[in-house]
């Protein structure tokens, strides 16, 4: 059966057909790929497409490319599926202004560095770590002048990288992999993202061009031994450093090593800087992994003979349980998290997929102060409750002791209320699409990111935006670029927010706001 995909392009600003845009549809399987360009109306149209997982991404000069699946700009999205005999007419677009970044790299005598990598990157929430997400790249010229292209509105860390010629010169090999690592410089010259300035960009104007100097880094080795708690010998684990400053988790990227039976590990490449090392791994006894951390500063000499002894994970056994007789979408689209209330934590959010009769295992994790949730749920629904021993825990940390066992908690589920709606309007009257819509709470003790106080949407085609399944209570609403939720936690985004915002009372009943921003000044 012949199966179509056709949508249109629109400018999110104001809606006018975008002609002469690329739409790439992308096989996932295959990598195959056909490209369309629409016509003077907007309109493309992919006939024949054989049934698969695709990715479908609209690109036009002085805009930002946008995946149809996914919430924001210059992201990819869930896969868009495609089944025999489809008919999919409305994979529509609108895409928002982007502005491009100018600059020039240099070394430390101020000479340019030809050929370089720079990155425009933003940090985010990765399950339940910081993580880097890599937005745009280019390499430098022959005087080290650069252009990142179409930009969209935010706030980017620019980041970066020396030939890989001259870091061949100065690194040796990486005992994981055999291949040498090159370490970004953070603009203005830092080699720790989390002393990095971010640069704003905000289109259609072009921020102002900057100078990047690249730092020499000088790595050093840190290595050490893994030990389990029973004495037993070990079958397998893994150890990763992550960048951690005055007991938290900073913006930066984790490396991980390779565990050896023995126990030992190696970082052989560490730039300066304080750290984190996690370590996860079995032995021939226990079930479960084990874990362990130590917190290190490296820099000037290599560090040896690191020691760390394993301590047993907790877990937790449940059932997911639908309130009442409704009915809900098949419980194996469903995954349970356990998010930890630790800032100071760090490792691999747990999760878990929930089995056809609703039953959910978290078999290992890490001790301490944990949350659980629920993802996966349709739109219409929400997580309405935790139980566990009669108790509502949804906003209570269940802490976690090393070795301990939690039976029988339950996640009621049902379908939620609106809580608010509303539009997002210009100050002309017209409606905002490149936009994000945020609500959360005036308690600042729900600013986290296993908090159901916080959360986000992106208008549709006609401005309007809709949250479901809040908790009652006062709230901030705030309108913002577009954001992906774990940005909301990252670099004290919320109380920036928080002195732009309209405040809202959510009662039983829900509540309903519209909102006015500027109309843009300058259009393409």
């Known amino acids: 059966e012949t199966s179509v995909v056709a949508g249109r392009v629109l400018t999110a600003l104001d809606g006018i057909p975008l002609g002469s845009t690329e739409i790439a549809i992308t096989l996932i399987e295959t990598g195959e790929q056909a490209v369309a360009m629409t016509g003077s109306d907007g309109h493309f149209a992919f006939i024949d497409i054989p049934a698969g997982d695709y990715h479908v991404v609209a690109s036009h000069p002085g805009y930002a490319a946008r995946d149809h699946m996914a ?29 491009d970044l100018l600059g020039r790299v240099v070394n430390a005598g101020g000479e340019g560095v030809a050929s370089a990598t720079i990155e425009a990157v933003r940090p985010i929430f990765q399950d339940g770590e910081v993580a880097l997400a890599m937005y745009g790249s280019t390499t430098a010229g022959a005087d080290g002048v650069f252009r990142l292209r179409d930009l969209a509105a935010g706030q980017y860390y620019i980041r970066g990288l020396a030939p890989a010629a001259e870091a061949d010169d100065d690194l040796g090999d990486d ?10 410089t953070y603009y203005p010259s830092t080699t720790a993202a989390s002393q990095a300035t971010p640069v704003v960009v905000a289109p259609p104007t072009s921020p102002n061009p900057i100078e990047l100097t690249l730092r020499d880094v000088v790595p050093t080795s840190v290595s050490g031994r893994i030990i389990s708690g029973t004495a037993a010998p070990l079958l397998g684990g893994v150890v990763t450093m992550v960048p951690y400053v005055n007991g938290r988790v900073v913006i930066g990227t984790a490396v991980t090593a390779r565990v050896e039976l023995d126990g030992s590990f190696t970082f052989a490449q ?8 996690q370590a996860r791994a079995l032995d021939e006894t226990t079930p479960r992994l084990q874990f362990a951390t130590f917190s290190l500063t490296a820099g000037g000499s290599d560090l040896a003979d690191v020691t760390m002894t394993l301590r047993n994970g907790a877990q937790i056994d449940g059932e997911v349980i639908v309130e009442g007789d409704a009915e809900v979408v098949d419980f194996e689209t469903l995954t349970v998290r356990a998010p ?7 490792g691999i959010e747990p999760t878990a997929l929930v089995r056809s009769d609703g039953v959910f ?3 290992s994790m890490q001790d301490g102060p944990r949350f659980l949730r629920l993802d996966g749920l349709p739109a219409a629904w929400t997580l309405a409750e935790v139980l566990y021993q009669g108790r509502d825990v949804t906003d209570i940390a269940l802490d976690l002791d090393s070795g301990e ?22 100050d002309r009257g017209g409606v905002r699409t490149d936009r994000t819509v945020v609500v959360f709470s005036v308690n600042q003790g729900y600013w986290a990111p296993y908090a159901r106080h916080v959360t986000l949407a992106h208008p549709d085609p006609q401005g309007q935006f809709e949250f479901v399944g809040l908790p009652e209570g006062n709230y901030y609403v705030a309108v913002a670029e577009e954001l992906d939720r774990s940005e909301l936690f990252i670099g004290g985004r919320l109380q920036r927010l928080a002195r732009i915002a309209t405040m809202v009372d959510i009662g039983p009943g829900g509540a309903s706001l519209d909102l006015t921003v500027p109309s843009p000044t300058n259009r393409r």
């Open 71 to 99: 919430p924001r700009s210059m992201l990819l999205g869930l896969p868009l599926t495609i089944a025999a005999g489809d008919q999919r007419e409305m994979v529509d677009f609108r895409l928002a202004p982007a502005a």
């Open 175 to 184: 005992d994981a992999s055999g291949a040498p690592r090159r370490f970004p």
């Open 270 to 277: 560490t730039p300066p800087g304080s750290f984190v090392i």
């Open 340 to 346: 930890t209330a630790d800032p100071s934590a760090v």
């Open 361 to 363: 295992s978290l078999p």
């Open 405 to 426: 066992h939690l039976p029988d908690v339950r996640l009621i589920v049902r379908p939620g209320r609106l809580s608010l709606t509303g539009t997002l309007r210009t």
